[in-house]
């Protein structure tokens, strides 16, 4: 029988969103399927370079996690560094992991640039939730969050996901994947009929515990 593992989304996962008690960005609506290519360059780059959760690149795909991520620009920086002083975990984060890591080895898959790595692992360890996570997997392809998350969860073996955000759900549960979905409100629910609401650790945790339906 394959090992069980179970990915995480961070940003209204594990972490509260940007807003805090609001998750705007789930309930935005984006197109999620389509095929990915990389942006064309121009001033558009320099605000996505500051304000984007993954790297902006115009010669296509790199390497997962390679050397081409390594390195961020002071405004950059500073921006994210103000991010994570500001930025507490849910909750039920803690409570979460707990009760799933006697289940499955737990993973961290965010769209997150991995040219911060050093700081979303010094904020995870922090808030006493690095111990519980067997990996910790950023964004520096380039790539939308549903090709990432999609491709990384296959590189690994991965058959099970946690997110927040529905276009991301159904795109995933779309392709194979069983999807557990954080409900926010004000955020609609995921189209996908496999898609697994949940609203506490407790359903969550209980979600987990049950076999799939097929």
């Given at each position: 029988?394959?090992?069980r593992?179970?990915?995480?989304?961070?940003?209204?996962?594990?972490?509260?969103p940007?807003?805090?008690?609001?998750?705007?960005?789930?309930m935005?609506s984006?197109p999620s399927?389509?095929?990915w290519?990389p942006?064309?360059?121009?001033?558009?780059d320099?605000f996505?370079g500051i304000?984007s959760?993954?790297p902006?690149r115009d010669?296509?795909e790199?390497?997962?996690e390679?050397s081409?991520?390594?390195?961020v620009?002071?405004?950059r920086?500073?921006?994210?560094?103000v991010?994570y002083a500001m930025?507490?975990?849910?909750?039920?984060?803690?409570?979460?992991?707990?009760?799933l890591?006697p289940?499955?080895?737990l993973?961290?898959?965010?769209?997150?640039?991995?040219?911060n790595r050093e700081?979303?692992?010094?904020?995870?360890?922090?808030?006493?939730?690095?111990e519980?996570?067997?990996?910790?997997h950023l964004?520096?392809?380039?790539?939308p969050?549903?090709?990432?998350?999609?491709?990384?969860?296959?590189?690994?073996g991965v058959?099970?996901?946690?997110e927040d955000?529905?276009e991301i759900?159904?795109?995933?549960?779309?392709n194979?994947?069983r999807?557990y979905f954080?409900?926010w409100a004000?955020?609609?629910?995921p189209?996908?009929?496999?898609?697994v609401t949940?609203r506490s650790?407790?359903e969550?945790i209980?979600?987990?515990?049950r076999?799939?339906l097929?």
């Open positions: 029988m394959a090992e593992i179970i990915g995480f989304d961070l940003d209204g996962v594990l972490a509260r940007a807003t805090y008690f609001v998750n705007f960005a789930a935005a984006r399927g389509k095929a290519h942006p064309e360059p121009g001033i558009g320099v996505r304000f959760k993954t902006v010669e296509g790199v390497a997962p390679s081409a991520a390594k390195g620009s002071p405004v920086g500073f921006t994210e560094t991010r930025r507490w975990p849910l909750p039920d984060a803690l409570e979460i992991l707990k009760g890591q289940i499955a080895r993973v961290l898959i965010t769209n997150r640039n991995a040219a700081r979303l692992e010094g904020w995870l360890i922090e808030k006493g939730l690095r519980y996570l067997d990996g910790v964004n520096d392809t380039g790539e969050g549903t090709h990432f998350k999609l491709r990384k969860l296959r590189e690994l058959e099970e996901y946690v955000n529905p759900c159904d795109f995933l549960a779309g194979g994947i999807v954080r409900k004000g955020v609609r629910e189209s996908e009929p496999s898609v949940y650790a407790d969550l209980a979600a987990v515990g076999p799939a097929r």
